[in-house]
């Protein structure tokens, strides 16, 4: 199979009956199947696939794994050259796979790809949760083209250029398969948010681009799990970014002092060192972010934010300096990290200024 379109389903009854039908039409035809994978839903999403959907492909998990746990689990069981991570809560054109499928086909540099999404509600315009591909600042604040913290676009063609991006939305997002499996499929510590920011920055971290093709638009209702209110929200995504953080910042800040001082070890210990700088930089910051949550009586949000910083500190692994300085003498000169913003990108959207991103 060419391309498996995998749907990670938990209590998404009501979109499933919605979206899946235009889904499995787009894909008709095509060298491409769709599997509806299951975390243990306790709504009638598996009864709607039985007698619905019976010749769809079903993946039953025997619990909530998360979004990391329960993709790892079914994209591990299933073979194709592709995979398509797709939300539930997506609707899909007739002609919106092609276009994934013929970028990764010839440019074997992508390692994922995604197609620009526009919000369900408003159709003209990017929806937040990935838009035309995202960016990452320094202190690990994601955002996007035609998405800065909480405002959206219009799209009116400004982003149709193809340029290398730093992430992709999980929400649709393609994968060569065999690079998922390689570098271990999702870090399940996350459960889910961010998780795919994660993913994207070890893809480049192993050498490979993250891409969205602006000839495939999606439609994401968003919001289908956790309402963007939710303190749940708000703690997985407080502690992931500190995790994500961990994981790959030091390798990064490893490879710019490489270029300057190219000995792997003292490059690795100056981005060991730089990277921790910068995490106690963003706890300050989610700290002041708990004060005004705290000042303004959102008192869920604000012991959201301490649960977070102390599981971090519980399940976060620190970069280990041997691994580090080998990864640099392996990949300096061959690995260059595309959109990653060097400044705080705050302060200049809130003033309403241009945040300009280099794309590498």
Known sequence: MKTAVVILNWNGEKFLKRF???????????????IVADNASTDGSMKLMLYDFPKVRTIRLNRNYGF???????LFQIEADYHVLINSDIEVPENWLDPLVEW????????????????YHDRDRFEYAGAAGGYIDRYGYPFCRGRIMGKTEKDRGQYDIPEPV???????????SWLFRELGGFDERFFAHQEEIDLCWRIQLAGYRIATVPWSTVYHVGGGTLPNNSPRKLYLNFRNNLLMLQNNLAATYGLDFYRALPASNEAAEKGIRKAAATIRMRMVLDGCAAVIYLLTFRFRYFMAVIRAHKDFRKIG????????ARYIAENAGRVTVCGFYRKWMVPRAVLGLPVKVSSE
Do not use: I
């Open 317 to 324: 692994r620190k970069p280990d300096a041997g691994q580090t």
């Open 68 to 74: 990391t746990g329960g993709y790892n689990r079914a």
């Open 20 to 34: 899946l039908p235009a889904l499995l039409a787009s894909v008709s035809g095509r060298d491409a199947e769709v």
């Open 104 to 119: 990764m086909d010839t440019h074997p540099e992508c390692g994922a790809c995604a197609p620009k999404m526009h919000s």
């Open 166 to 176: 730093f992430w992709a939305s999980g929400a649709c997002l393609m994968v060569r």
